[in-house]
């Protein structure tokens, strides 16, 4: 990883696993690199698109009553990471094979369009791949998960 290299870290909240029946209800990204650390951050609380709630209860009622409507919070999101996306930042996630394919149905249900495109990197699997484990105790409050999992991302990874 080169020091300077952009990096977009995502983190959601769902009601629970399935998309489609549950909700993203909470969507946290933070931006950085190594040698500048954390340099902006962005947070969404989405209101739920049904009723159906497994996981994260607090979250969804929170969502329920204060969350942007999907749409609104996924151009938000659009909008604020077009800047890092110019300069080439990689999408990233804990594990990516969850959050990301939150992120690809809520963009294409809601912009017409993903805009990072087809890649993510798993951070999970980028330690295990240097034989390390990626180990972070989280509030399960997305953008703080975000922030910490980055930060953790930079020092350890």
């Known amino acids: ?49 049904g ?43 804990r594990p990516a094979a969850f959050d990301w394919p939150w992120i690809v149905q809520y963009a294409w249900a809601y912009l017409g369009d993903n805009p990072f495109g087809f890649k993510a990197v798993c951070a999970s699997s980028w330690f295990e791949g240097r034989g390390k484990t990626f180990k972070v105790e989280l509030p399960h409050v997305a953008v703080e998960d975000a922030e910490l999992q980055l930060r953790h991302f930079f020092v350890e990874g």
């Not at 009723?51 to 659009?78: L, N, W």
């Open 1 to 49: 990883m080169t020091d300077a290299r952009l990096w977009i870290m995502v983190d959601i909240e769902t009601s629970g696993p399935i998309i489609g029946t549950h909700s993203m209800t909470e969507l946290g990204a933070v931006v950085g690199s190594r040698t500048r650390g954390v340099i902006d951050r962005f947070e969404a609380l989405i209101a739920p698109i």
């Open 51 to 93: 009723p159906a709630v497994k996981t994260s209860r607090g979250s969804y009622a929170r969502a329920q009553t204060s969350g942007r409507p999907p749409a609104e919070a996924m151009a938000a999101f659009a909008a604020w990471s077009k800047p890092y996306r110019e300069q080439r930042a990689s999408f990233l996630a």
